[in-house]
């Protein structure tokens, strides 16, 4: 009996195309948020009861702070956020991380060092606890380890709640075995593994117990 076949695996997108996709998954990320402040403007154009005044006016307050997270997140995780070779703060990285990606649900246990790092390997960091975030979908803790340290410092993002999923298209992507092109949904697992060979280190998702770990060697 023979072997099942090989998957073949699309080629790379190009350039444009990356940027496009990055592009897309933004703008994916601030529909919602950009979305509830035009609906809470519609309803204090719409409506004089002081109640539906002061939903409006609330939803308007929490979305802009959604979407101005987001947006801080977003142009450190996929942005330039520098001159080529600039080093960020891991204290602003922490500040951005519990911005956007902690909630009532979700809670960051920040295990690193304050210290400066190479751009890449930050914006590595980020996209990891990305990843994290998508395999506890009802909430729980990230805990981020170091690994190493120094200039050398690499990252354990170690995912623990309940139902903690594996997506396989996940683990295919940053391990490089997926098949089929790549979409504005899969771009950024694909990306992490672009910064992490830009560092020098392999990404990987693996169960640990009853955790999930992402971790950059």
Same mark, same amino acid.
């Not at 997108?13 to 897309?24: G, M, T």
């Not at 396989?168 to 098949?179: C, E």
């Given at each position: 009996?023979?072997?099942? $076949?090989? #998957?073949?695996?699309?080629?790379? #997108?190009?350039?444009?195309?990356?940027?496009?996709?990055?592009?897309?998954?933004?703008?994916? /990320?601030?529909?919602? #948020?950009?979305?509830?402040?035009?609906?809470?403007?519609?309803?204090?154009?719409?409506?004089?009861?002081?109640?539906?005044?002061?939903?409006?006016?609330?939803? %308007?307050?929490?979305? +802009?702070?959604?979407?101005?997270?987001?947006?801080?997140?977003?142009?450190? +995780?996929?942005?330039?956020?520098?001159?080529?070779? +600039?080093? %960020? /703060?891991?204290?602003?990285?922490?500040?951005?991380?519990?911005?956007?990606?902690?909630?009532?649900?979700?809670? *960051?246990?920040?295990?690193?060092?304050?210290?400066?790092?190479?751009?890449?390997?930050?914006?590595?960091?980020?996209?990891?606890?990305? *990843?994290?975030?998508?395999?506890? #979908?009802?909430? =729980?803790?990230?805990? !981020?380890?170091?690994?190493?340290? =120094? /200039?050398?410092?690499?990252?354990?993002? !170690?995912?623990?709640?309940?139902?903690?999923?594996? $997506?396989? +298209? !996940?683990?295919?992507?940053?391990?490089?075995?997926?098949? =089929?092109?790549?979409?504005?949904?899969?771009?950024?697992?694909?990306?992490?593994?672009?910064?992490?060979?830009?560092? =020098?280190?392999?990404?990987?998702?693996?169960?640990?117990?009853?955790?999930?770990?992402?971790?950059?060697?």
């Amino acid at each position: 009996m023979s072997d099942s $076949p090989t #998957p073949v695996q699309a080629p790379a #997108p190009d350039a444009l195309e990356l940027a496009a996709l990055l592009c897309s998954r933004v703008c994916h /990320d601030l529909i919602s #948020p950009v979305g509830a402040i035009v609906n809470g403007l519609e309803v204090l154009d719409d409506s004089n009861k002081q109640e539906d005044r002061d939903f409006a006016l609330d939803l %308007i307050r929490k979305s +802009a702070k959604t979407a101005s997270a987001r947006l801080q997140f977003c142009r450190l +995780a996929f942005g330039a956020a520098g001159s080529a070779g +600039a080093q %960020i /703060d891991l204290g602003d990285a922490q500040n951005m991380a519990r911005g956007h990606l902690e909630d009532e649900k979700t809670k *960051i246990s920040w295990n690193l060092p304050r210290l400066l790092l190479a751009k890449n390997r930050v914006k590595l960091l980020l996209n990891m606890l990305i *990843i994290a975030q998508q395999t506890i #979908p009802r909430g =729980g803790t990230l805990t !981020i380890d170091p690994v190493g340290e =120094g /200039d050398n410092l690499s990252f354990r993002v !170690i995912a623990a709640g309940l139902n903690v999923r594996t $997506p396989q +298209a !996940i683990v295919d992507m940053l391990s490089g075995k997926h098949s =089929g092109p790549i979409e504005s949904h899969g771009v950024q697992p694909y990306y992490t593994r672009l910064l992490a060979e830009a560092c =020098g280190l392999t990404v990987s998702l693996a169960p640990e117990g009853d955790t999930l770990v992402v971790s950059a060697v």
